[in-house]
Structures are given as C-alpha cells and as structure tokens.
C-alpha cells in the first residue's frame, strides 16, 4: 500500500427520486490493497461503485483517480482509464460466446478482420489464471451463472487494469471457486492493483481485506484497518445498534424441533432426466427443512426444477399429499402448492419493469387465476404488509422493482412466494446477497412458517447454514444423491466429508 490513492471520492451526493442514495461519502482506495466495502442492503454501496464508474453521474463532490479529477460518462470511460468493474447484475451477454463475452468492445483485429484466433487463446489464458477451463466458443448460457461470473472475472484481468472493483462477486460462488478466486486476488494485489470488493460475507471480508469502509443509510459509517476491527463492532457499525451483535453471537436461526412423523408432504421417487441428473428419491415432510447441500454443479438446482417442473422429468413418479401427480410445468407445480425460489434473480425471478407490488402478487394472482383480479387496494395492503414484514428498503410499493438494491430484489421475490400461502417453498440460495440483519430476519420468518407446518426443500453453497436449519440434509454429488443424514445431529466437517466423497 502506498501513501496516495489511486481512486478517491470526495463529497459524493447521489440522489434517486425520493431516496438520498449517497449522502457527502468519502472513499479513498489504495494501490496494492484489498478494500471491502460494507453495509446492509440499500446503504449505497453499488450506487458508491456506480458513481465512480460513470453509470451514474453525482449531484454534489468529486471523483479523483490517480489525484486528477475525472467524471466518466460512461462505464466503457472508466474502463479505459484503467477501472475494470464486475457488476452486481452480470452484465454479460448471454447469447454471445464466452470468448466474446471477454473481448466484447476491444477485440483485437489482423488486418482488419476480428482475430478470433487471438481472441480465444486469450480468453483460454484468461480463465486458465483463475483454474476455470472451458470451451471458451460455447454460448455464454451454456454455463451455469457460477462460471458465468468467472467469465467476467477473467475479462476483467485479462486487460492491463489498475483498479479491479467487484460487486458480491462471491455470491453464487462455492468455498472452492471463492478460494480460487481470492487467491487471484491476491496475486493482483501483489502486483500493484487495488482492488474494491463488496460482500455480505463477514467470513470472506476477513479473509481477504486490508481495510474495510462501512456504509449506512447512504452515509460513510467509517474506514478501519480490518484486522483492527473485531467482527461484532463491524456488524453493530453496518446496522447502528448494539444488539444485533448480540444476537449474532447466539445464532437464532435453528431448525424447529421436528414436529412429527406426518406423511410427506412430496414424495418423488426416482425422479431424474437423462443428461440432467440421476434418478433421486426425496421426500419433504410438513413442518420440516430438508437441505440439499453439495458443491456446484452437484445437481442441487436440477433436483429443485425437476421437482417445480422447470424441467421435464423423464423417469419416476411424484406424489403429493398421498396422491400421485404429474408435475409437467410450474404451473402444475404452483396449483399443488409449491412455490420457488429461483437461484438466478434476474433471469428467473424479478420483472424489472413492474412495480414491487406487482411483483409480489405475481404468484398469487397465477394461482387464482388471472380472472379473479384481487383489487388494487388488497393487492397494495398485501406489498405494504411484506414491504414492513421483510424490511424491504424501498420508497414505495409502486417503484419498480429494477430500481431496488440487489439484496432487497431478493426479499421481494420471498415475498412473492411467501404471499401465495404455500404448502411448501423451494429456497434456492434465498440469503444471496442479503445483509447480516436481514439473513435472520429471513430464516427465522421460513423457519417460524415451517413450524406452522410449511414443508421446506432448502439449497445453499453455506455448508454451516444448511446444517443448522435442516432436519435432514441429502448429500448431492455429481448429480447424483449420495447419502442422507439427519441435519442437527451432523457436523460440518461430516457433510463436508460426504459432499467429498471420503466419508463412505
Ligand atoms: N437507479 C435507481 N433509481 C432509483 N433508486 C435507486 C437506483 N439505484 C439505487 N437506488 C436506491 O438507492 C439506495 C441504495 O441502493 P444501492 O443499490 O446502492 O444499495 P446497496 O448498498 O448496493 O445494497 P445491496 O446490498 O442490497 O446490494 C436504495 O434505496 C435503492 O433503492
Ligand atoms: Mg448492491
């Protein structure tokens, strides 16, 4: 780290109709250090990153990068002044191939032709920094979102940057790729770039800061040297009293005790589709949480659409409530009572364009069907109910939803599911990108329903928080079930063990 930063806000006001996003903040970003930047949902932490991009211009202060003032106007600006930016909204172009995806807008030209050749040795040199090896022609969506997002990582360190800003980067990634990632880097670290890192994971923001910048309410809470800043003071910091922190250190969420031995709710038996994922047998029981751990690519969204009927299965059978049933599309799925929630936000999930109320009655006007409106002053009680229950920031039911900060999108799309009065919710990564706070306040509302009797198939990358919810937890490896244990009785390391393979 060096004496003068290479990147600086001062003074930055950002304002949004009916929201101070960004209120006078300061930041300063060093060569050579790794800088997390902190804070709940809607602080102003992507807006921070926005403004010093040039996606969006600022009302009031100054941007400096390398102690001259600049204004981007655009994000292809900042990029050529030496700012590569991995979005929170991966900004890549599903349809193009992966290789395009990482020379979009500087491919290099032989004789006024597009080098292709070039163009895909470099990206195979690229992706093979970060461990990942592909077959850089394919499309884009060809690969799961995971690799999708090592892609725009490899086409930022493939140009020759001298900042490197990444927004939850990490969010859809497992423990391994996080470790591959972080140790890239810090080998660009070691080289001399600074790096802006976003995450809700105070795991990850330990192992990889120098120092950390909290926000809070659009305001720069404080700068701190991480090592110098135990881990309750940063949570009390983010939400700006002390009991969080208390609350913190005796975890509330834990799983209900298991309420009987009711018939399942969901049996599927060999349910599987050639090419996708071997036959599994799962059953979910009311009132309890089973939790499908594995690493990426295990086959645990592929178990969750099979059984939502996102994708069609080609051997088993699938009973629900005792009777057996065709589960051909969602559809089917939501008029038996299942709802989901889909890993991939922005692909499967929000319409950007609507209102956060329309978003949240979008199921449950599906499943009444689309004859029976409900009005608009129940469905605006129904978003207002939810928009208090989930603390969702937002100045309104009727802003879109587009216009939210990524964690609170997530908490609209629970409140869809949620809103439809499920027998059972399918949580595929619900926590993404949610802030500490809001995380608990999320789980204990699932595991309050659970305990009503709400049958519950959970997926998510944190081994810890999948052993401490589930009452029984299937083992997923290389898309096939390999065991299933009951959850409050393991340990971390047993499924660790298992989702290995060294424990059979
Ligand atoms: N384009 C926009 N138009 C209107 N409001 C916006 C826009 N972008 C952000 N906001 C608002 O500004 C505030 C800060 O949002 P921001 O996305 O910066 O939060 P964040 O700290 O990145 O949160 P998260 O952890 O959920 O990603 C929020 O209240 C958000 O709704
Ligand atoms: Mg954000």
Redesign the pocket.
């Known amino acids: 780290m060096t004496d003068a930063p290479i990147l600086e806000a001062i003074g930055i006001t950002k304002s949004?109709?009916?929201?101070n996003?960004l209120k006078s903040v300061d930041f300063r970003l060093f060569p050579g250090e790794i800088h997390t930047l902190m804070?709940?949902?809607?602080?102003?932490?992507?807006?921070?990153i926005?403004v010093l991009t040039g996606v969006?211009a600022h009302d009031a202060g100054e941007v400096r990068l390398g102690g001259e003032p600049v204004q981007f106007a655009t994000p292809l600006e900042a990029e050529a002044a030496g700012i590569q930016t991995l979005y929170?909204e991966i900004n890549l172009c599903p349809n193009l191939s992966v290789a395009e995806n990482v020379f979009a807008g500087r491919q290099p030209k032989r004789r006024g032709m597009i080098d292709w050749k070039t163009i895909h040795s470099r990206t195979e040199a690229a992706l093979a920094e970060l461990n990942v090896s592909l077959d850089v022609t394919k499309s884009l969506d060809a690969y799961p979102i995971a690799v999708q997002q090592m892609v725009a990582i490899a086409r930022a360190v493939s140009v020759d940057a001298r900042v490197l800003i990444l927004?939850?980067p990490t969010s859809s990634l497992d423990d391994s790729e996080v470790a591959r990632l972080f140790d890239v880097l810090r080998k660009l670290k070691q080289s001399g770039y600074a790096i802006l890192f976003?995450t809700?994971f105070l795991e990850q923001t330990y192992a990889i800061s120098d120092r950390i910048t909290v926000?809070r309410n659009?305001e720069r809470e404080g700068e701190y040297v991480a090592k110098d800043l135990p881990v309750e003071r940063l949570v009390s910091k983010m939400v700006g009293h002390e009991r969080m922190s208390e609350r913190l250190k005796h975890a509330a969420t834990e799983a209900p005790v298991s309420k009987s031995e009711a018939p399942p709710f969901v049996e599927m038996r060999g349910v599987g589709r050639r090419g996708l994922m071997s036959p599994v047998d799962i059953d979910v029981q009311p009132g309890q949480i089973l939790g499908l751990a594995g690493l990426l690519g295990s086959g645990r969204t592929e178990t969750a659409r099979l059984l939502f009927g996102a994708e069609r299965a080609d051997t088993g059978t699938v009973n629900v409530a005792g009777k057996p049933v065709k589960l051909g599309s969602p559809r089917d799925a939501v008029h038996q009572g299942i709802g989901y929630c889909p890993e991939d936000r922005k692909k499967e999930g929000i319409i950007a364009a609507l209102s956060i109320r329309e978003n949240i009655i979008l199921a449950l006007q599906a499943r009444r069907g689309w004859w029976r409106v409900l009005g608009r002053a129940k469905e605006r009680a129904i978003a207002d109910d939810y928009i208090a229950k989930l603390g969702i920031?937002?100045?309104d039911a009727e802003?879109p939803i587009g216009?939210?900060?990524?964690?609170?999108q997530q908490k609209v799309l629970l409140a869809r599911w949620l809103a439809t009065d499920p027998k059972m919710l399918i949580l595929d990564e619900p926590t993404r990108?949610?802030?500490v706070g809001a995380k608990f306040e999320i789980m204990d509302r699932v595991l309050a329903l659970c305990a009503k009797g709400l049958a519950i198939l959970f997926i998510s990358s944190e081994v810890s928080e999948v052993v401490r919810v589930s009452h029984r937890i299937a083992v997923l490896r290389d898309r096939r079930k390999v065991a299933e244990v009951a959850g409050n009785a393991l340990s971390e390391d047993q499924v660790y063990r298992l989702i290995a393979g060294d424990a059979e």
């Open positions: 949004f109709p009916g929201v996003a804070g709940q949902n809607g602080a102003g932490k992507s807006t921070l926005n969006h929170q927004d939850e976003v809700h926000m659009g920031k937002a100045s802003q216009l939210l900060s990524g964690g609170n990108g949610i802030d």
